[in-house]
């Protein structure tokens, strides 16, 4: 096959653009009352500007909309801001990736200046310019933190403090509204009370989805991102019924955007059933490949010998001591000094959801632990996983 039939050969995708995880669909289906609480909470930064600072926390477990509904938020906000002359920026950031209260600031004030300079300023500077530059561009801001348990487990939760009372600190207009976003709520406990109080006032939550949801979810997506009858309904249907225990649209969207693959593979114009069964047997929901390449050398090494343990003893529990063994013949063969921080990055693997730690003893969520343990020696060996980031 020359190098033209193999970039332009037929796929069973219109734009496989459409699944990937940053897009938001233009509808999304059974969040709609998501929405509206939100919109709900947010519209008196566009009625009345100044007057208060708005607040909100979402909470659900995994592919149930969230971030997907926040951007939305953003995006319906943003629209409106500018039909009626507001001057409003929406700003979304992953916690995640933020290392302490002022990369927190420098990542705001970058979004919203992206000349600002980038070292130098203390962190009372920057929490200053962020409320010069909202008062002298008269600006309203929404900043989403998503993944706000990442801040609390990495004690920055003053950053969060900070943000919500810049007003009462500079004595102005309320110009900063905050959307937290996490999986349930006990993140919240790390903040003071006051602040508690606030954010538990103002809670949207996203339950698990249900196998028809999913369906009319899937659906959607499929018609944006495949072309017209590669995908039937049987196919649909059996996505929607693999990814309903977890009640997880990006599992499913996962499922079907795998399938489509091997359906280009077999060089097929229509996903058959069979190719869902092998995407199945590839991916599971509790692998989360952004949570993974979230994480250091040693905390992969390590999640390493939870897997390599798991798969050789059929216990549901293993001792640390037992874990070490693994991990220091896993450093051997990575050829790197075992770390002196084990016990910090075992619990930092524990407040991920990556694994569970009980009475001293540590155990693997649902998730094969063959399937972890491929995952993970694919990402230390190559650095990158197969599935589009
Ligand atoms: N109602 C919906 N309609 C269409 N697509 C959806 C819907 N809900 C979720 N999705 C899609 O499913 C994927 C997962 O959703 P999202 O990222 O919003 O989940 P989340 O609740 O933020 O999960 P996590 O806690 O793991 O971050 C995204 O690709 C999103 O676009
Ligand atoms: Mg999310």
Redesign the pocket.
């Known amino acids: 096959m020359g190098l033209r039939e193999i970039i332009f050969r037929p796929s069973v995708f219109k734009d496989e653009s459409k699944l990937d995880?940053h897009?938001?669909?233009p509808?999304?289906?059974?969040?709609e009352e998501q929405l509206k609480q939100l919109l709900a909470l947010f519209s008196s930064v566009l009625i009345n500007p100044g007057s208060k600072a708005c607040r909100a926390v979402l909470l659900?477990?995994?592919?149930?909309?969230?971030?997907?509904?926040a951007l939305k938020l953003g995006e319906v906000m943003a629209e409106e801001a500018r039909r009626i002359k507001v001057n409003l920026r929406y700003v979304y950031l992953n916690t995640r990736v933020l290392k302490d209260g002022r990369e927190v600031l420098n990542s705001v004030l970058t979004a919203l200046i992206p000349s600002f300079p980038r070292r130098g300023l203390s962190y009372v500077d920057m929490l200053k310019a962020l409320w010069h530059c909202l008062e002298q561009g008269d600006l309203q801001l929404i900043l989403t933190l998503?993944?706000a348990h990442y801040l609390m487990a990495r004690q920055v939760k003053d950053v969060v403090y900070d943000l919500s009372r810049i007003h009462e600190q500079f004595r102005g207009a309320k110009r900063l509204h905050l959307i937290l976003?996490s999986?349930d709520e006990s993140f919240l406990e790390s903040l003071d009370k006051a602040s508690q109080s606030t954010f538990k006032a103002s809670i949207v939550r996203?339950n698990k989805y249900g196998m028809e949801e999913l369906y009319d979810?899937v659906s959607?997506?499929v018609e944006e991102a495949f072309q017209p009858n590669a995908v039937s309904r049987e196919v649909i249907r059996m996505i929607a019924d693999l990814a309903s225990p977890w009640g997880d649209?990006?599992y499913a969207?996962e499922l079907a955007w795998r399938a489509g693959k091997y359906a280009d593979v077999e060089g097929l114009d229509q996903v058959l059933l069979e190719h869902v069964r092998k995407a199945k047997a590839e991916i599971h929901p509790e692998i989360?490949r952004e949570e993974l390449y979230a994480l250091s050398l040693h905390q992969r090494l390590l999640l390493l010998a939870v897997a390599r343990y798991f798969k050789r003893v059929e216990q549901a529990y293993a001792s640390f001591e037992a874990l070490m063994k693994d991990y220091r013949l896993i450093c051997e063969e990575y050829e790197v000094k075992p770390s002196d921080e084990v016990v910090e990055d075992l619990y930092a693997l524990h407040s991920q959801g990556l694994i569970v730690i009980k009475e001293g003893q540590v155990g693997l969520l649902d998730a094969p632990a063959s399937m972890l343990e491929q995952a993970l020696v694919e990402l230390l060996n190559t650095g990158r996983l197969r599935w589009p980031a």
């Open positions: 995880i897009y938001v669909p509808r999304l289906p059974h969040r659900g477990s995994t592919g149930t909309g969230k971030t997907a509904v998503d993944e976003i999986r996203f979810i959607e997506r649209a990006r969207l989360r």
